[in-house]
T-cell receptor
Framework: EAGVTQFPSHSVIEKGQTVTLRCDPI?????LYWYRRVMGKEIKFLLH????????ESGMPNNRFLAERTGGTYSTLKVQPAELEDSGVYFC????????????????FGEGSRLTVL | SQKIEQNSEALNIQEGKTATLTCNYT??????LQWYRQDPGRGPVFLLL?????KEKRKERLKVTFDTTLKQSLFHITASQPADSATYLC???????????FGQGTTLQVKP
């Protein structure tokens, strides 16, 4: 079974440019998450899709970030225009269940997309 | 706000010894905690989950404890090996959403 795949693995762009990150979750996983780790900080939640619907986007930093999951399969995360503080590693994860008090919701992570904004 | 704290200092131990990593949480009583392993340049990989009504959970050389009074989880690796060297992350679900709250992680270095 294929795992969560992310593309690109590394992107270097200049401030003001646009970058689009892609995530292909494990087949059959309705839950898809975007997380981000900036240098020296913990992994932080960005948003959560259930199928094609945004369940929770409370972690999105600002309106320069746009996530989509058309058709409930793969997802894209666009940063436009990119700023220096957007640099970090963007992780996508998928799960069969939502992690709540009632179930485990083990997350399967991709390898991450490292974004460097110069 | 919900917060998880892990010792940010690296833990260096000798091969064969037991490694013990600490995870403390505040302002919340999670129904469970998850532990993940992360290698450099890779995504986190799920290891173990322990529920609030479980004192201890084991998986091969791994053992996790959960003390709801102390608001703490301990993660043990017995008979440690250099291949166990990695960053270990503790996480719990947010109170009412599907997101996980992660600690900063503790880097373990096992020396031969």
């Amino acid at each position: 079974e294929a795992g969560v795949t992310q593309f690109p693995s590394h992107s270097v762009i200049e401030k003001g440019q646009t970058v689009t990150l892609r995530c292909d979750p494990i087949s059959g996983h309705d839950n898809l998450y975007w997380y981000r780790r900036v240098m020296g900080k913990e992994i932080k939640f960005l948003l959560h899709f259930v199928k094609e619907s945004k369940q929770d986007e409370s972690g999105m930093p600002n309106n320069r970030f746009l996530a989509e999951r058309t058709g409930g399969t793969y997802s894209t995360l666009k940063v436009q225009p990119a700023e220096l503080e957007d640099s970090g590693v963007y992780f996508c994860a998928s799960s069969h269940h939502t992690p709540t008090s009632a179930n485990t919701g083990e997350l399967f992570f991709g390898e991450g997309s490292r974004l460097t904004v110069l | 706000s919900q917060k998880i704290e892990q010792n940010s200092e690296a833990l260096n131990i000798q091969e064969g010894k037991t490694a013990t990593l600490t995870c403390n949480y505040t302002n919340y009583s999670p129904a469970y905690l998850q532990w993940y392993r992360q290698d450099p340049g890779r995504g986190p990989v799920f290891l173990l989950l322990i529920r609030e009504n479980e004192k201890e959970k084991r998986k091969e050389r791994l053992k996790v404890t959960f003390d709801t009074t102390l608001k703490q989880s301990l993660f043990h690796i017995t008979a440690s090996q250099p291949a166990d060297s990695a960053t270990y992350l503790c996480a719990h679900p947010s109170s009412n959403t599907g997101k996980l709250i992660f600690g900063q992680g503790t880097t373990l270095q096992v020396k031969p």
